[in-house]
């Protein structure tokens, strides 16, 4: 195999997967902190800090980050999760310690000036209005909010105005502090990349790095509920769901399995029925989202005001057949796009990067692609019907609307229907 992996004294771990064929290379580093990180005050802080971390250094102004790496042919990036935060380059291969320089500077050094975080600040405020205009973004925040309200993993990630014009640079300064740590930083590159090269380049960069501390995030408590948003927009955005599994939870491999058998493709059950069949709606897919702790299982659709009482009987109705009848032909083609999935993931640099520090946060070390696919070989029709029973007819479902909704059954509804 050609994943190499080091931890370094401070706790970071630097992984490679070399891919000597390749001119380029790309890495990043990940920490395990994202939205649910964030205290209450700190709301939307660490999508803020993802933005000022480009904003300049001791060493470097914004403009100074941003023409080393185009300079050369490169470019830097960064996103922000509910559980992780990622920083990332993909640069030629001669360029790849620049890169690592660049990205350990604007994770060490970032000075957050003022000026630059009131200009940030403003740009952020716009990016929430974008985002509350547009609601196949919008009704998945109203969704999480109900899955697990009052809690910091049903908040969203861009935060509020009113918090987002809160934050000053000490706050900044005093998140990062608790959070960027080094057993919560992973240093991954895929590509042509020499892996004891880039462990040198971490080791000196990194070498005031404070090693552990941060606090674990509040636990998850899934709950359920419902949020509805009525406006005037033409199609109505609706998002059904029931608590899915974590990372680490038995039945998490199944649910992925189920998420595509029932609205992963075209091919799909829901797909198939919903769209193909009925023309109830033009897209309609299901997803499972997994957390440390917890996860979400869900549905969502959009359509217009007449179709939306039709609708969400027959996605119901298909919920119910998955509890009864789950074919082996369909877990065996779900089996296959997934080992397509991974087999392609191994042909970007980037995708394998952020594939690389995802595991090792997740799990604790980089799973090889058999591991996998023997996981999922080893998945049944009966116990993806098993799973479906358990998520869709023994908890509590979380419904989440917007647009013209007057039509949408509650969430009461919803889950008497399914228990029937």
């Not at 994770?107 to 405020?125: C, G």
Request: net charge negative.
């Amino acid at each position: 195999m050609s994943v190499q992996s080091t931890t370094l004294d401070n706790g970071m771990v630097v992984l490679t997967d070399d891919m000597p064929h390749l001119e380029s290379a790309s890495l990043g580093v990940w920490v395990k902190a994202g939205a649910r990180s964030e205290r209450k005050a700190e709301h939307g802080i660490s999508h803020l800090l993802e933005h000022m971390a480009f904003k300049g250094t001791a060493s470097r102004n914004s403009l100074a980050i941003a023409e080393a790496i185009e300079n050369v042919g490169g470019d830097l990036n960064a996103a922000t999760s509910i559980e992780h935060t990622g920083y990332f380059a993909r640069v030629l291969k001669e360029d790849v310690v620049l890169a690592a320089d660049i990205l350990s500077d604007i994770l060490q050094n970032s000075l957050f000036d003022d000026d630059e975080l009131l200009r940030e600040k403003q740009v952020i405020v716009q990016e929430i209005g974008a985002a509350r205009d547009n609601p196949d973004d919008h009704v998945f925040d109203l969704f999480q909010a109900a899955a697990f309200p009052t809690q910091p993993i049903g908040r969203t990630i861009l935060g509020t105005v009113d918090s987002v014009r809160d934050f000053n640079p000490d706050m900044v300064r005093k998140y990062m502090n608790r959070n960027y740590v080094g057993d919560h930083m992973v240093m991954a590159a895929a590509g042509n990349v020499d892996h004891d090269g880039l462990v040198d380049v971490a080791r000196s960069r990194f070498a005031d790095l404070k090693p552990n501390g941060a606090p674990a995030p509040q636990r998850a408590e899934y709950q359920g509920g419902e949020e509805r948003l009525i406006s005037d927009h033409e199609q109505a955005h609706i998002v059904v769901g029931f608590e899915g599994r974590a990372y680490n939870a038995d039945g998490f491999y199944a649910a992925q399995v189920l998420a595509s058998i029932l609205g992963g493709g075209m091919s799909s059950r829901l797909f198939q029925e919903v769209r193909e069949k009925r023309g109830l709606c033009y897209s309609v897919y299901s997803f499972h989202w997994a957390f440390a702790d917890s996860g979400v299982f869900g549905v969502a659709a959009a359509t217009g005001e007449e179709e939306v009482a039709d609708l969400v009987p027959v996605v119901l109705d298909e919920l119910k057949r998955a509890t009864q009848s789950i074919t082996d032909d369909e877990v065996i083609r779900v089996r296959n796009q997934i080992r397509a999935g991974l087999l392609m993931s191994l042909e970007s640099p980037s995708a394998r990067a952020g594939q690389l520090a995802r595991q090792q946060i997740l799990w604790g070390r980089p799973i090889p692609m058999q591991e996998t696919v023997d996981r999922i070989n080893a998945i049944t029709a009966r116990r993806v019907q098993d799973v479906a029973e358990q998520i869709f007819t023994q908890g509590a479902p979380t419904l989440a609307g917007i647009g013209p909704i007057g039509n949408l059954a509650d969430v009461g509804a919803i889950g008497d229907y399914l228990k029937r």
